[in-house]
């Protein structure tokens, strides 16, 4: 696997050739592709959710003493959100009046 050191030095390399040459101008062009590609991959693995500043995520405000909400509590938002999207596909389902009356209340 190539590493990004051994990228900035064959870069390094090139840009130091006295007269360089259309293979030169090629190879330079190569190595900052792979460079940008590379970076490119660390940041998104290194990113933290879109739409969020490097402050801390927003904090939950609703507090619950249910049972239901204690299991919740550490979750991300997300996680939950997909366990209620379960839950409703299986409620309109199974109890199509109850999954209507909750649509029409979160609208």
Do not use: W
Not at 40 to 54: A, F, L, M, P, V
């Amino acid at each position: 696997m190539i590493k990004e050191q051994d990228l900035l030095e064959a870069i390094a390399e090139c840009q130091g050739e006295r007269n360089p040459d259309a293979r030169t101008c090629r190879n330079l062009a190569a190595f900052y592709t792979i460079l940008d590609h590379i970076q490119e991959r660390e940041k998104d693995t290194n990113s933290i959710e879109d739409g969020y500043s490097y402050a801390a995520p927003p904090s939950v405000e609703y507090k619950s003493n249910s049972e239901f909400f204690q299991y919740v509590a550490d979750m991300d938002i997300n996680d939950i959100l997909a366990l209620f999207d379960e839950v409703m596909e299986t409620l309109q389902i199974v109890n199509p009046r109850l999954y209507d009356s909750i649509v029409r209340k979160v609208t």
